[in-house]
Each structure stands twice: as structure tokens, then as C-alpha cells.
């Protein structure tokens, strides 16, 4: 807290709410100009100001990060059915106000071609401030060199797969070099840690048996194969000495390399997504196509592995809980697997539910505390990925990206409410308690009372800084 200097005036005011930081709680006001926080106060000036939200009895929080998300991705013949401006509104509605997603680089091309064309899909449609992972397929001594650019452009991190053999997975020795040239130029490199060639097997093997429903697409992806390739992405990034973060953990085989590397000291990072906390392949037992919805990578684990994820969340092992947000309609496009489950678009929707749903088991289900809460769903991700402090904080000098939280409102999940472009949600029927009332990005709101009132194309691209450890 600075003193107030004489005469201040602010375009906006946050009253009488309880800021929640992820290191401090206080009762205090927020006052903001020119979309930034410009002063925290115990109770600030009214006169002059443009608008003032009463956030009695609510939090204030650091708007969400969500580090994972697949708009308007093109795979395996369909497009992901939200693109940047669907999107982004649905995870404004969420309190989310920055998001990290995928420039993808096919076979052949350089990374900057990757860039150019994501940078294309998000303009002008984004209602959220943005920015861009980029996902090597193809690494060649082009390529190589390439990574320093980006990483001066703000496109600091990459991500790796060690999945999916012929179209995004790439050999060990490739992902040592990736690694090893991240950490020279100060990237993160970020792994889709499986065991591709042995699920490949595993894959081949259940079509031959005529096992073509949608939970062999589970069935053939087992904790073993995340377990290992996770084991084997800190062994490489050990050897380059590099720091590493795996995306969407999903079992405990998994979760137990991390936590042995970081009692190691190792700068190895992870996060969780909600359906791998909420779900269990239980819900996959369902009459006729229906598992279909629940058909994303990794798969849907046994029930026991979701308490020891929120244990890893509680004591950091896992760092961050994103999405994995890569939505596909039910209806005809989920259906291009009718009769193959190796045809049935992977990927699940979340976007919208995360903090919500974070919340609720988090906070109401006695786990953790709602500092540890903001950690996870925004200062980390901020700190991990270059954004800290401009976001992930509620500080003099940051973007007033702020969610007014309802810590005791609850709401039931529901496809018929949500604003995702998708027929249908994972967790329908699930009730949370926690919702956003009000939602500023860059000091404007985008979300008043479950209403967008924000405007597409307002989103800005972020340029992130380099990798810091956290
Ligand atoms: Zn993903």
C-alpha cells in the first residue's frame, strides 16, 4: 500500500471488498485509471469517480490465467467449435481474463508461419487479453535458430509432444535439442508427456479385436504411459538443463515424477485441468456414443487419482490448473468416431468453469486456502509464463484485470446456460459454489452480473518475457 496522493481521481472504484492475493487477504478499496490499478487504499475518495462497484460481502480477485487453450484449432478433419471470440466471452464469464494458446507449426514450416497464422485467427476477435505457446512438430536447424526470435516476440514458451506418432510427437533426441536451445535462450518448454509408440500398439491392437467404442480411447492410453514419458521429460530436460512443465497431469504415476524431481530441486513444473479433479473414466460408462464426450487426452483415470492431484495442488506439486479447453459439438463432430473411437476428435470443453470449479473443491471441499487458490488459477501461470506482475496480482501498476467473486453463490453446469459454442458440457449437473459477479479486463467490465458486456476484438496480444523460476 503507497499513500494516496492529493486530488486523485479514478476512473473506477472497487468498494468494501477483501482482496485476495495469492500471498495477502485485506479489506480494501481499489481505485483504477487508464486500465491499471493505480491505488489500494482503505477507503478512497468516491468524488469524481467515473464508477463505483460495491463489492461488500464479495472477494477481489486477480482475474484467471487459463495457460491452455485450443480456439479454433483444426484436428483430425473438424475444428475445435469455439474460436477467439466465442471463446474468449466464455472464459470472461468464467473470471478468466488472459489466456495462453497454441500457434501450431505443421511439417515444414518455420515456427514464424505457425505465429502469423494464430495471431490472424485472434484478431479483432478477442474479447480477453492473449498470448501464444507455439507447438513444434518439426524441428530442423531452421527451426533451431528460429526459437530465439520468437522467444524476443514474446512467444517464450513451446510445447513438445512425446504422443501421437506421425502427426505431433517427436524423438528424444529432438526434444534434447528443443530443450537445451529453450533453456539458452530463455524458453519453457512445455510436454504432452505420453508414451506414443507403446499406445500406438495398444491402439492397433483394440481395432484388430473390433474394440471400437469410444472408452477403448481410454482404455488404450494407460497411467503407465504418462508415467513414463514424464519420467523421461525431466530426465531430458535434467540433461539439458532446462526447466520443464508438463500440461494436463492426469494420474498419480505422473504426479509421483514430479514431486521426486522437485524434492530434487529440479525446476520441473505441472499442471492439472478439472475434468481429471472431477471426472473419473466412470463416466465414460454410458449407454450407446455418449463416452464420446469425455474422449480427450490423456483419458479419464480411475476415481482414486483425483484426491491425490488435489493433494499435489496443496502441497505444489502441481504449480496451475488450466483447461485443456479444445471444445467439439456432440453432434457431428464428436460423431466422425461413431464407428472408431480413433476418429472421434480428442478434446473436452472447460474454459468457462475452471475458477468455479477450482473453488468449490478447492475452498469449499476444505483442501486448500483461497490465497493458494489465487496462486494456482492466476499467479502462477503468471510467474511460469512471462505475464508477472503486469498480470496474476492485484498491485499498484498491474492491469486491472479483477473478478468481484461471490464465494457463497452456487450455480448448477449446465449446457443450457453455459456460453461455450458447444452442445453440451462435461460437468453437466455438477453444482459449484463460488461464482464471478463482476469481471474487468483492463479496468473495463466485461461480465456484469452474468451478462457480457464486453467487446470483441478488445482482447491485446501479450508479448511474455523470459522464463523465470518460480
Ligand atoms: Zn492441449
Same mark, same amino acid.
Given at each position: 500500500?503507497?499513500?494516496?496522493?492529493?486530488?486523485?481521481?479514478?476512473?473506477?472504484?472497487?468498494?468494501?471488498?477483501?482482496?485476495?492475493?495469492?500471498?495477502?487477504?485485506?479489506?480494501?478499496?481499489?481505485?483504477?485509471?487508464?486500465?491499471?490499478?493505480?491505488?489500494?487504499?482503505?477507503? +478512497?475518495?468516491?468524488?469524481?469517480?467515473?464508477?463505483?462497484?460495491?463489492?461488500?460481502?464479495?472477494?477481489?480477485?486477480?482475474?484467471?490465467?487459463?495457460?491452455?487453450?485450443?480456439?479454433?484449432?483444426?484436428?483430425?478433419?473438424?475444428?475445435?467449435?469455439?474460436?477467439?471470440?466465442?471463446?474468449?466471452?466464455?472464459?470472461?464469464?468464467?473470471?478468466?481474463?488472459?489466456?495462453?494458446?497454441?500457434?501450431?507449426?505443421?511439417?515444414?514450416?518455420?515456427?514464424?508461419?505457425?505465429?502469423?497464422?494464430?495471431?490472424?485467427?485472434?484478431?479483432?476477435?478477442?474479447?480477453?487479453?492473449?498470448?501464444?505457446?507455439?507447438?513444434?512438430?518439426?524441428?530442423?536447424?531452421?527451426?533451431?535458430?528460429?526459437?530465439?526470435?520468437?522467444?524476443?516476440?514474446?512467444?517464450?514458451?513451446?510445447?513438445?509432444?512425446?504422443?501421437?506418432?506421425?502427426?505431433?510427437?517427436?524423438?528424444?533426441?529432438?526434444?534434447?535439442?528443443?530443450?537445451?536451445?529453450?533453456?539458452?535462450?530463455?524458453?519453457?518448454?512445455?510436454?504432452?508427456?505420453?508414451?506414443?509408440?507403446?499406445?500406438?500398439?495398444?491402439?492397433?491392437?483394440?481395432?484388430?479385436?473390433?474394440?471400437?467404442?469410444?472408452?477403448?480411447?481410454?482404455?488404450?492410453?494407460?497411467?503407465?504411459?504418462?508415467?513414463?514419458?514424464?519420467?523421461?521429460?525431466?530426465?531430458?530436460?535434467?540433461?539439458?538443463?532446462?526447466?520443464?512443465?508438463?500440461?494436463?497431469?492426469?494420474?498419480?504415476?505422473? +504426479?509421483?515424477?514430479?514431486?521426486?524431481?522437485?524434492?530434487?530441486?529440479?525446476?520441473?513444473?505441472?499442471?492439472?485441468?478439472?475434468?481429471?479433479?472431477?471426472?473419473?473414466?466412470?463416466?465414460?460408462?454410458?449407454?450407446?456414443?455418449?463416452?464420446?464426450?469425455?474422449?480427450?487426452?490423456?483419458?479419464?483415470?480411475?476415481?482414486?487419482?483425483?484426491?491425490?492431484?488435489?493433494?499435489?495442488?496443496?502441497?505444489?506439486?502441481?504449480?496451475?490448473?488450466?483447461?485443456?479447453?479444445?471444445?467439439?459439438?456432440?453432434?457431428?463432430?464428436?460423431?466422425?468416431?461413431?464407428?472408431?473411437?480413433?476418429?472421434?476428435?480428442?478434446?473436452?470443453?472447460?474454459?468457462?468453469?475452471?475458477?468455479?470449479?477450482?473453488?468449490?473443491?478447492?475452498?469449499?471441499?476444505?483442501?486448500?486456502?483461497?490465497?493458494?487458490?489465487?496462486?494456482?488459477?492466476?499467479?502462477?501461470?503468471?510467474?511460469?509464463?512471462?505475464?508477472?506482475?503486469?498480470?496474476?496480482?492485484?498491485?499498484?501498476?498491474?492491469?486491472?484485470?479483477?473478478?468481484?467473486?461471490?464465494?457463497?453463490?452456487?450455480?448448477?453446469?449446465?449446457?443450457?446456460?453455459?456460453?461455450?459454442?458447444?452442445?453440451?458440457?462435461?460437468?453437466?449437473?455438477?453444482?459449484?459454489?463460488?461464482?464471478?459477479?463482476?469481471?474487468?479486463?483492463?479496468?473495463?467490465?466485461?461480465?456484469?452480473?452474468?451478462?457480457?458486456?464486453?467487446?470483441?476484438?478488445?482482447?491485446?496480444?501479450?508479448?511474455?518475457?523470459?522464463?523465470?523460476?518460480?
Amino acid at each position: 500500500m503507497r499513500p494516496l496522493e492529493d486530488g486523485m481521481k479514478f476512473d473506477t472504484i472497487i468498494k468494501n471488498g477483501q482482496i485476495v492475493t495469492a500471498t495477502d487477504t485485506q479489506a480494501s478499496d481499489i481505485g483504477i485509471t487508464s486500465g491499471k490499478v493505480a491505488a489500494i487504499a482503505n477507503s +478512497l475518495p468516491q468524488e469524481g469517480a467515473g464508477k463505483v462497484i460495491d463489492a461488500a460481502g464479495r472477494m477481489v480477485i486477480p482475474g484467471g490465467i487459463d495457460v491452455h487453450t485450443h480456439l479454433d484449432m483444426p484436428f483430425g478433419g473438424t475444428t475445435s467449435a469455439d474460436d477467439f471470440e466465442s471463446g474468449t466471452i466464455a472464459a470472461a464469464h468464467g473470471g478468466t481474463t488472459t489466456l495462453i494458446d497454441f500457434a501450431i507449426q505443421y511439417k515444414g514450416q518455420s515456427l514464424r508461419q505457425a505465429f502469423d497464422t494464430w495471431m490472424k485467427k485472434a484478431d479483432g476477435k478477442a474479447a480477453i487479453d492473449y498470448a501464444f505457446h507455439c507447438i513444434i512438430t518439426d524441428l530442423g536447424t531452421a527451426q533451431l535458430e528460429e526459437m530465439g526470435a520468437l522467444v524476443r516476440e514474446g512467444v517464450s514458451s513451446f510445447k513438445l509432444f512425446m504422443a501421437y506418432p506421425g502427426v505431433f510427437m517427436l524423438d528424444d533426441a529432438t526434444i534434447f535439442r528443443a530443450m537445451s536451445q529453450a533453456a539458452k535462450y530463455g524458453g519453457l518448454i512445455c510436454m504432452h508427456a505420453e508414451n506414443g509408440g507403446a499406445i500406438d500398439v495398444l491402439v492397433q491392437r483394440a481395432l484388430a479385436e473390433g474394440k471400437r467404442s469410444p472408452k477403448y480411447h481410454a482404455l488404450t492410453r494407460p497411467t503407465t504411459a504418462e508415467g513414463e514419458a514424464t519420467g523421461r521429460a525431466i530426465a531430458l530436460a535434467e540433461m539439458a538443463g532446462a526447466p520443464v512443465y508438463i500440461v494436463h497431469m492426469s494420474c498419480n504415476d505422473a +504426479l509421483e515424477k514430479v514431486r521426486e524431481a522437485r524434492d530434487r530441486g529440479l525446476a520441473v513444473y505441472a499442471e492439472t485441468c478439472p475434468q481429471y479433479l472431477f471426472l473419473s473414466i466412470e463416466n465414460m460408462d454410458v449407454p450407446g456414443f455418449e463416452g464420446a464426450k469425455y474422449v480427450f487426452t490423456p483419458p479419464l483415470r480411475e476415481k482414486w487419482h483425483q484426491e491425490k492431484l488435489w493433494q499435489g495442488l496443496a502441497r505444489d506439486t502441481l504449480q496451475v490448473v488450466s483447461t485443456d479447453h479444445c471444445p467439439f459439438c456432440f453432434k457431428e463432430q464428436k460423431e466422425l468416431g461413431k464407428d472408431d473411437f480413433t476418429k472421434i476428435p480428442n478434446g473436452g470443453p472447460g474454459i468457462e468453469h475452471r475458477l468455479s470449479l477450482v473453488y468449490t473443491g478447492g475452498i469449499h471441499g476444505g483442501r486448500f486456502s483461497p490465497n493458494r487458490f489465487v496462486q494456482m488459477v492466476a499467479t502462477a501461470p503468471a510467474k511460469l509464463f512471462g505475464l508477472y506482475p503486469r498480470k496474476g496480482t492485484i498491485a499498484v501498476g498491474s492491469d486491472a484485470d479483477l473478478v468481484v467473486w461471490d464465494p457463497n453463490a452456487e450455480e448448477v453446469i449446465s449446457a443450457e446456460r453455459h456460453h461455450m459454442k458447444v452442445d453440451y458440457s462435461m460437468f453437466e449437473g455438477i453444482k459449484v459454489k463460488g461464482v464471478p459477479k463482476t469481471v474487468l479486463s483492463r479496468g473495463r467490465a466485461v461480465v456484469e452480473n452474468g451478462k457480457f458486456v464486453g467487446k470483441a476484438g478488445r482482447g491485446e496480444f501479450l508479448k511474455r518475457q523470459t522464463f523465470v523460476r518460480l
